[in-house]
């Protein structure tokens, strides 16, 4: 959603070190910031000497001329984000909590901290930033204020008093980590080159996601991305916070916001260029939004994942697309088997297309999930529906009972988000193993990091949704909009499927225009398909022919949950 040029950007500050080099600190920060279109305001924590091969001398900045920053900006130019980077003292610390803490008491403001401790420069890896005073700073007033920690391993083990962990051990420390009172944490791994093509799969970048919903369910996982093979990587720690807070900024969760920063960093560092001796900067790009190939997977822990050598060799296209894709056009979804009939019929009757179909019983309240009178209800439907399609030769999706449909020979099955999260590891071979064997699976997904979990199982079709209200189930996430309809159908590695509020014609059209390459009806077949599928059928063929012509460029989404719903 390109932002009008008349509107105020959303400030960020950013209180850092500046780097002689241009590579890292306030520096990489502007870029970012630029990056992302967002404004920042540069705030000097510390000087330092430095050029790509070492760091020679750091100078924290007098307490009093710190304050006298924070405390002009907090006058005039108020930040919906405070970033800090390298901030040298104990003293710096206190200034940056205390600042915190008289803005919250005006407005919402999120504290975004890359604890940056030490260097890491080619020759100044062991050049320490922060002695045993400023690390209980950190521990004691600078975690408890925290909305997104933004640590690498050996910053998380040194805020925890640990030993330098190895990345798998990552969720553990981001547990401890947030037991301190932090909201969330994204302990970077992407200086660990531990798991590269450790069991067969192509190298990558791993960091550790944990957070939460608005309502406290966690969201956890591994974001995933294969390794940008570049020496180039100065302030890449930099860059991944500074994007974070820029996506808080503009209203995204913390999660979400992780998905942008890993979105961006991957690019920055494609872009890296030397400039010296030793390690170059990485180079912020605005590009990184309308790039399908910086999407990362979002994977469950704690073992780290592999990420697939499609043939070509491991520089092979990214995000890799399954093997079974499904574009599913005209999308019905039926609540049961007399309707998948229905709907068949009309379609023939009218000689019209098969439309794709989605079996939606649900289990009536009040009735246990082992009622055995309801349990035969639901194997007599679904075997029904299956029996229709199978004979009509159409594409029958079973939503929510996906165990029951694989024994009764469902060949394509709908979960969403919830399935996906309440799956055992054998239930996730099994489902796997379908699809090895050629089950179509479609899932569902509201946010930037749900599309990424999506992602990760190489599915048939990924709906997006809802695209406009619904009244048909009851959900946290503001509409999507067909703005972020198209960014889903430009960025997810398999046919993007618009659902949610579809009760008109002209916005199955409208879906179809936005390159979605399926669009789902529910309410708006009416009692009688036989009188409607023709409107519906008309309506997705004009928007595809809509689609063909189109094609411009595109820009960021919109936040879909936020932190107030």
């Known amino acids: 959603m390109a932002m009008p040029q008349n509107a105020q950007r959303p400030l960020i500050w950013s209180i850092a070190g500046t780097d002689s080099g241009g590579g890292a600190g306030l520096a990489a920060d502007q870029r970012a910031a630029e990056a992302c279109g967002v404004d920042l305001c540069p705030v000097v924590a510390a000087v330092t000497a430095q050029n790509s091969v070492a760091v020679s001398a750091v100078h924290p900045v007098p307490a009093e001329l710190l304050q006298?920053?924070?405390d002009a900006l907090a006058a005039d130019m108020p930040p919906r984000v405070i970033k800090t980077g390298l901030l040298g003292s104990a003293a710096a610390v206190q200034a940056v909590a205390r600042t915190v803490d008289a803005l919250r008491q005006r407005g919402p403001v999120a504290l975004v901290v890359d604890p940056v401790l030490r260097a890491t420069v080619s020759q100044g890896a062991g050049t320490g930033f922060a002695d045993d005073a400023t690390l209980a700073a950190y521990r004691e007033l600078l975690l408890p204020r925290t909305t997104v920690l933004t640590p690498n391993r050996r910053e998380a083990a040194r805020l925890l008093g640990q030993p330098e962990a190895r990345a798998e051990d990552l969720p553990a420390q981001a547990e401890a980590l947030r037991a301190l009172g932090v909201h969330t944490v994204v302990a970077t791994g992407?200086?660990?080159?531990?798991?590269?093509?450790?069991?067969?799969?192509r190298p990558a970048a791993h960091d550790w996601l944990a957070s939460a919903m608005p309502d406290g369910t966690p969201i956890t996982g591994w974001l995933s991305a294969p390794r940008v093979p570049t020496?180039?990587?100065?302030?890449?720690?930099?860059?991944?916070?500074?994007?974070?807070?820029?996506?808080?900024?503009?209203?995204?969760?913390?999660?979400?916001?992780?998905?942008?920063?890993?979105?961006a960093t991957t690019a920055a560092l494609r872009a890296a260029r030397p400039r010296g001796a030793g390690?170059?900067?990485?180079?912020?790009?605005?590009?990184?939004?309308t790039d399908p190939s910086t999407l990362p997977w979002l994977t469950p822990g704690p073992a780290l994942p592999v990420l697939p050598v499609q043939p070509g060799g491991a520089e092979a296209v990214w995000p890799p697309r399954g093997a079974?894709?499904?574009?599913?056009?005209?999308?019905?979804?039926?609540?049961?088997?007399?309707?998948?009939?229905?709907v068949l019929a009309a379609a023939h009757r009218l000689g019209l297309p098969l439309p794709t179909l989605q079996l939606r019983i649900k289990r009536p309240a009040g009735t246990a999930p082992d009622d055995a009178a309801w349990l035969a209800r639901l194997r007599a439907d679904l075997a029904?529906?299956?029996?229709?399609?199978?004979?009509?030769?159409?594409?029958?999706?079973?939503?929510?009972h996906w165990q029951?449909?694989?024994?009764?020979?469902?060949?394509?099955?709908?979960?969403?988000?919830?399935?996906?999260?309440?799956?055992?590891?054998?239930?996730?071979?099994?489902l796997r193993s379908a699809q090895a064997s050629g089950l179509k699976l479609g899932l569902s997904s509201?946010?930037?990091?749900?599309?990424?979990?999506?992602?990760?199982?190489?599915?048939?079709?990924i709906a997006c949704g809802p695209v406009w209200p619904t009244t048909t189930k009851d959900m946290p996430w503001v509409p999507q909009g067909l703005d972020n309809l198209g960014f889903w159908a430009r960025m997810a590695p398999a046919p993007a499927v618009g659902i949610g509020g579809v009760l008109a014609p002209t916005q199955l059209s409208q879906i179809a225009a936005s390159g979605a390459q399926g669009g789902c009806i529910v309410r708006g077949l009416g009692e009688e398909p036989v009188h409607t599928l023709p409107a519906w059928q008309h309506a997705w063929d004009l928007g595809r022919a809509t689609a063909a012509g189109q094609g411009g460029p595109m820009g960021w989404p919109h936040a879909s949950l936020t932190a107030a719903a």
């Open 324 to 342: 079974v894709q499904h574009a599913t056009g005209l999308y019905a979804i039926v609540d049961r088997a007399e309707r998948v009939q229905a």
């Open 384 to 400: 029904q529906g299956l029996a229709a399609a199978g004979e009509a030769d159409a594409t029958l999706y079973i939503n929510d």
């Open 68 to 70: 006298a920053q924070l």
């Open 190 to 201: 992407g200086d660990s080159a531990e798991a590269d093509a450790a069991a067969g799969g």
């Open 231 to 263: 020496a180039h990587h100065h302030g890449t720690g930099c860059t991944f916070a500074s994007t974070l807070a820029a996506a808080l900024a503009r209203g995204f969760v913390p999660a979400d916001a992780a998905v942008l920063a890993k979105m």
């Open 279 to 289: 390690a170059g900067p990485v180079w912020a790009d605005a590009g990184f939004i």
């Open 446 to 461: 509201h946010t930037l990091w749900e599309l990424c979990r999506a992602a990760a199982w190489q599915p048939a079709y």
């Open 404 to 430: 029951l449909a694989l024994d009764l020979g469902a060949q394509a099955l709908h979960l969403g988000q919830e399935d996906l999260l309440a799956l055992s590891p054998a239930e996730q071979q099994r």
